[in-house]
């Protein structure tokens, strides 16, 4: 088959009408015959749009979304590429809130730019390619744009989008509450990875253990996410919230009654990590938990990729030059990613130091 046809009209498995097309025998056959690229046209969804582009990557392609269509193709250089390049996306699809909604889903992510970055600009570069698109579908056409594309290197787009783009990226906390915004589920991690040995010194059992024990009544600690708050007033004005919350495996409802609400409302936000005692209650066939107590986690190692935490107590007497030299020594030869929490005990209090190891070895420890 000719590397200029391509299949536009293909309905997934994930189609709400007639779908029946596993995606990975799809792109097999798309590989095989030497397709430049396939779009995907189900129909009332687009479930699935992300494992669309996670096989289309599989198969040494990238996904590119539009509307309701999301194609594939070929980068340039590989067998049966296009070259179409950026003029593959229709007009009335490029707009900036979709653009912008789709990279914040991650939906340009095998660019190898940065969400935050790709957003910075994303306006400027829709705005540079319109008047492109509007006059190619009046007929019109740039006798020079090809020229010198293929030395270039960009597929012969003619498009002449060069635009710096910040390599920085947003927070780990940012990055996934906007995926969720978008995607309604997180995807490309989760805000509790590497935090399962923060959340365990936290709780009595997990929300998975706690639903499987068959328990009804007592006393139970939790630790997980804040992924829904929803506010509620007593018939008296008293203000109340429901809760959800969530660790890797399951979810819970905890209620927090007016009592307790006044406490913890400054903590009741979405993406919080939190710590909630209370006691169990069977409402109806449905576990809940009536919350008691509530303290706010600090994932940020977890969030940076570091260790547990390491914590040092040390009472002010035994604080001298000698000491201190020898502790900077011992964190030196044996460096780490987990911070070091130092906490020093005197007749006024406590008073504590926090570095991250391995940067704060090389600094004097000044309690604060």
């Known amino acids: 088959m000719p590397d200029s046809f391509v299949h536009l009209h293909n309905h997934t498995e994930y189609s709400m009408l007639d779908g029946a097309q596993k995606l990975g ?21 687009m479930f699935g749009a992300y494992e669309f582009a996670q096989v289309a990557r599989d198969f040494d392609g990238c996904g590119r979304s539009s509307g309701s269509r999301r194609t594939w193709r070929r980068p340039p250089g590989s067998p049966g590429s296009g070259s179409s390049g950026g003029r593959a996306v229709d007009l009335p699809a490029l707009n900036k809130r979709a653009v912008e909604s789709l990279v914040k889903a991650g939906a340009f992510d095998s660019l ?37 594309a293929e030395a270039e290197g960009d597929g012969g787009s003619g498009l002449g989008l060069d635009f710096p783009v910040d390599e920085t990226e947003w927070p ?15 995807v490309s991690a989760h805000p509790l990875d590497g935090a399962e040995h923060l959340l ?19 006393e139970v600690r939790l630790a997980g996410l ?18 959800n919350l969530v660790d890797r495996d399951a ?17 009741l936000a979405e993406d919080n990590v939190v710590s909630v005692t209370g006691r169990i209650e069977d409402r109806d066939g449905t576990l809940n938990v009536f919350g008691r107590e509530l303290a706010v986690l600090d994932v940020s190692a977890a969030e940076r990729g570091g260790g547990p935490l390491v914590r040092l107590a040390l009472p002010a007497r035994r604080i001298n030059e000698r000491s201190v030299a020898e502790l900077k020594r011992m964190l030196a030869d044996h460096p780490g990613d987990s911070p070091v929490h130092l906490s020093v005990r005197g007749a006024r209090g406590v008073r504590r ?11 004097p420890l000044r309690p604060t």
């Open 353 to 363: 130091c926090t570095r991250c190891a391995p940067p704060w070895m090389r600094r």
């Open 172 to 186: 780990r906390r940012r990055l996934l509450s906007t995926e969720r915004e978008m995607l309604g589920l997180y």
């Open 25 to 45: 025998p799809m792109f097999a056959e798309v590989a095989r015959q030497g397709m430049p690229a396939i779009a995907m046209s189900d129909h009332g969804s």
């Open 251 to 267: 979810g819970i409802e905890v209620l927090f009654f007016p009592a307790v609400h006044r406490l913890v409302e400054h903590a």
């Open 112 to 148: 190898r730019h940065t969400r935050k970055g790709l957003t910075a600009i994303h306006e400027a570069a829709v705005d540079a390619v319109i008047p492109v698109k509007k006059a190619a579908s009046f007929g019109q056409d740039d006798l020079f744009a090809g020229l010198g």
């Open 226 to 243: 804040i992924t829904g708050v929803q506010h509620k007033v007593t018939k008296q004005g008293n203000a109340w919230a429901v809760v």
């Open 200 to 218: 365990a010194t936290a709780r009595d059992c997990s929300v998975a253990d706690l639903l499987a024990s068959g328990r009804t009544g007592g």
